[in-house]
């Protein structure tokens, strides 16, 4: 990878469905140059995708938390991505340090079905209590890659 590259897909970040001629004009190259990048990085699987962002709220999961989960004694990570997996409200989650075992960041359609996903989280064998926090409004979001 060079600066090319790494232009490139700043670009693409900032907007996947850019031309390969408007992405040229940018890093100074011809859109057929580009391509041909476009396509490497893809093979090489620097690029995994290319997606559309949707408004959460116009799937109906308005209502957003990130809860800490504390578990009983020692559990694997593999085991907390089993509890977590079965409840569809977990959009994303993972291992981290201090007293929490996981971080774990949940969508719902309303503040019911959000305390009904947490109850699901709660009654795994190995979850000993959660502490939430609702998200009252969105300061910063900067899309990443999965």
């Known amino acids: 990878m060079d600066s090319l590259d790494y232009g490139i897909i700043d ?3 900032q907007n996947a469905r850019a031309g390969y001629g408007d992405i040229g004009e940018v890093v100074g190259l011809s859109a057929s140059a580009v391509k041909r990048r476009v396509d490497r990085l893809v093979a090489d699987r620097v ?3 290319f ?3 949707v408004d959460p709220a116009v799937d109906g999961l308005a209502t957003e938390a990130y809860v800490e989960l504390f578990c ?5 990570p593999e085991e907390l991505r089993r509890i977590l997996s079965d409840v569809p409200e977990v959009v994303d989650a993972g291992t981290v340090t201090g007293s929490a075992d996981a971080i774990v960041h949940m969508r719902s359609r309303d503040i ?8 699901r989280v709660r009654l795994a064998p190995n979850v000993d209590h959660t502490r939430s926090a609702i998200v009252l409004s969105k300061l910063i979001h900067r899309p990443h890659e999965s």
Do not use: F
């Not at 009983?72 to 694997?76: I, S």
């Not at 019911?112 to 109850?119: K, M, T, W």
């Open 72 to 76: 009983r004694g020692t559990v694997a």
């Open 47 to 49: 690029i995994r995708g």
């Open 11 to 13: 670009l693409l970040r």
């Open 51 to 53: 997606t559309v962002q």
């Open 112 to 119: 019911p079905s959000l305390e009904g996903a947490l109850e």
